[in-house]
């Protein structure tokens, strides 16, 4: 097997005009000897499988058992979670928001020798009744939630990176393997190049709010990662219509310029709970009409009792399921692999795809991404 660690430039904000400063990562691993069957991205989401022995592992296993290309991207704002570098701090909004919960309780911080954030819980947990408060998670590497679109154009960048390793320049066949917000990111890369994915299978793909919840007794903390998006319409950072669109991977006009720019290409495989509270499953059976009503081929999965746990794939019916990212592959993919053995070839459509919202048309041109090869490490094993 060959392990391939590099950083490549990725690409700017252009909606809000912001340079990413530090380079984009990624790591991919293929066999040595024969030609891979396909390139399979296993995009985690926030936080997740953050381990680098069990990245090396799952990749080393899968490529190995399935003779493919198995690619990690840690992606803009990846370092967003507590366990993998960011900091959880209180902004400015927080910090109103927790004043009103002072003054409503009347809480004395007199005795409290230092403000911290494990002091300030300290003293909510003291207040008799159920507290809800927000904070904020800072990224590490000075980077911010983009909300997908930036997420979702690394993962091109890298796969237009892949293309020039002599050994897999010639290898067509793409999948997208998400969990949670890595499902949402997996569908966002269809959309954007709608030709260049063969299959998404997407578990519990999540973009609701609050992205992260902490609980104590008494005391939950609703977690925001930062983001430079705002509500307010005068400013140049504001969130409008449009840019919630782009974002949209169940908006059914674009779903339409989807199937004519990529000729239907993707196939789609969800998994999803019933008991999703953070991601409905009606939003995930919404999408799966809206992408067979525009002629693309579904595979809806809803779990939904207790005969669906059986404590080695499955673990509960919570978001996330506790379900094993390598039992989902041994169950899926060797059957995708068998029918692209088959499947007559679609190229990748050569056209920027073009997404008309309300006032702004986004045009998404992956010919010449310009990345810049910065190998930092290459392992033969």
């Known amino acids: 097997m060959i392990r391939v660690t590099k950083e490549i ?10 340079k990413r400063e530090t380079p984009l990562k990624y790591t991919i691993t293929y066999p040595k ?20 022995g069990y990245i090396e ?19 803009h704002c990846f370092y967003s979670r507590e366990n993998n570098g960011a900091a959880l701090e209180f902004d400015d909004f927080d910090i109103a928001g927790l004043k009103k919960v002072i003054h409503k309780y009347n809480i004395d911080f007199s005795g409290v020798k230092e403000i911290t954030k494990e002091s300030i819980i300290q003293k909510l947990m003291e207040v008799n009744s159920a507290i809800n ?29 892949i293309k020039k390793i002599e050994a897999l320049k010639n290898v067509n066949k793409t999948i997208c393997i998400g969990s949670s917000h890595g499902g949402y990111i997996a569908n966002m890369i269809a959309k954007i190049n709608p030709s260049a994915i063969d299959y998404v299978i997407d578990k519990d793909n999540n973009v609701n709010f609050p992205e992260y919840i902490l609980n104590s007794d008494k005391v939950k903390i609703n977690c925001f990662v930062q983001t430079y998006w705002m509500t307010d319409k005068i400013s140049k950072y504001y969130f409008s219509p449009d840019r919630e669109n782009i974002r949209n991977i169940n908006h059914y006009e674009h779903i339409k310029t989807m199937a004519k720019s990529g000729n239907c290409k993707t196939k789609y495989i969800f998994y999803h709970s019933v008991k999703d509270k953070l991601a409905p499953v009606g939003d995930k059976i919404a999408l799966t009409q809206t992408l067979r009503l525009n002629g693309f081929e579904c595979d809806v999965k809803i779990l939904e009792n207790k005969e669906d746990i059986d404590g080695k794939f499955i673990k509960n019916l919570e978001h996330g399921m ?12 060797p059957s995708i692999l068998k029918k692209l053995e088959t499947q ?34 290459c392992e033969i094993f």
């Open 33 to 52: 000897d024969v030609v891979a069957k396909a390139i399979v991205f296993i995009i985690p989401g926030f936080g997740e499988d953050t381990d680098s």
């Open 133 to 161: 408060i927000s904070m904020t998670l800072v990224p590490k590497n000075g980077e911010y939630q983009n909300f997908g679109v930036m997420q979702a154009l690394a993962h091109l960048y890298v796969l237009k990176d």
């Open 322 to 333: 506790g379900m094993s990212i390598k039992e989902l592959i041994n169950i899926e993919l």
């Open 57 to 75: 592992h799952i990749s080393d296993y899968v490529s190995r058992e399935f003779s493919v290309a198995v690619v990690n991207v840690f992606y």
């Open 9 to 18: 430039v990725s690409c700017d904000d252009f909606e809000l005009g912001i």
């Open 344 to 377: 007559e070839e679609i190229l990748n459509n050569p056209y920027p795809v073009q997404y008309k919202c309300r006032d702004v048309t986004y045009i998404f041109d992956l010919s010449d991404p310009k990345c810049i090869n910065n190998e930092k490490n």
